[in-house]
């Protein structure tokens, strides 16, 4: 069975950080990308970053570029995104997805988020 | 790069729902769906435009061409009732349309 589950999600102060993981099981998470994907509360899908094999591919949307990071320990199957600076807008649930979708010649290309893990809920309130 | 869905869709019981996902020359980019029931996690259900997952009915399929990509659900069942969510790979960043609502009436 192959499975993403996140955590480290919870009720911030704004300004504050949180580091959020995403651990893999059931398969190899460098040979995938995966995403970072949020959702507000009775809104729609936001995509957050995505970081491809072994971390040389990186990308951000513009909303969290330059407070957010993504990473990856390969040797413990997870990933991370670290969030600082942190406000109300980012109040969200939070996923982690598999990208079925390839890296070559310097570009990358998704070929669908086929697996997803259940979310975490980040609040970010005082 | 902006995509466009309507916010809701209605349908009864076996009939044909179309879901649109409008963006400028759409029909030139690849384009993703996903299903979404409330407080779970989306899950895909076409991929490549008109590709659909193991495990996905052929009453699912999808199109894309000129400024518009369709998803359409033939007979539709309650089950169906749920957020569908459209997504494009556009500039190494991932977009999605605002989603649309199916409702089974």
């Known amino acids: 069975q192959v499975h993403l589950v996140e955590s480290g999600g919870g009720v911030v102060q704004p300004g504050r950080s949180l580091r959020l993981s995403c651990a893999a099981s059931g398969f190899t998470s460098s040979s995938y990308g995966i995403h970072w994907v949020r959702q507000a509360p009775g809104k729609g899908l936001e995509w957050v970053a995505v970081i491809w094999y072994d971390g040389n591919y990186k990308n951000y949307a513009d909303s969290v570029q330059g407070r957010f990071t993504i990473s990856r320990d390969n040797s413990e199957n997870t990933l991370y995104l670290q969030m600082n600076s942190l406000g109300a807008e980012d109040t969200a649930v939070y996923y982690c997805?598999?990208?079925?979708?390839?890296?070559?010649?310097?570009?990358?290309?998704?070929?669908?988020?086929?697996?997803w893990g259940p979310g975490t809920m980040v609040a970010v309130s005082s | 790069y902006v995509l466009t869905q309507p916010p809701s869709v209605s349908v009864a019981p076996g009939q044909t729902a179309k879901i649109t996902c409008g963006g400028n020359n759409i029909g030139g980019k690849s384009v993703q769906w996903y299903q979404q029931k409330p407080g779970q996690a989306p899950v895909l259900v076409v991929y490549?435009?008109?590709d659909r997952p193991s495990g996905i009915p052929e009453r699912l399929s999808g199109s894309n061409s000129g400024n518009t990509a369709t998803l359409t659900i033939s007979r539709v069942e309650a089950g169906d009732e749920a957020d569908y969510h459209c997504l494009v790979w556009d500039n190494h960043s991932v977009i999605f349309g605002g989603g649309t609502k199916l409702t089974v009436l």
């Open positions: 490549d435009d008109s």
């Open positions: 997805a598999r990208d079925r979708g390839y890296c070559s010649g310097g570009r990358c290309f998704s070929h669908g988020l086929d697996l």
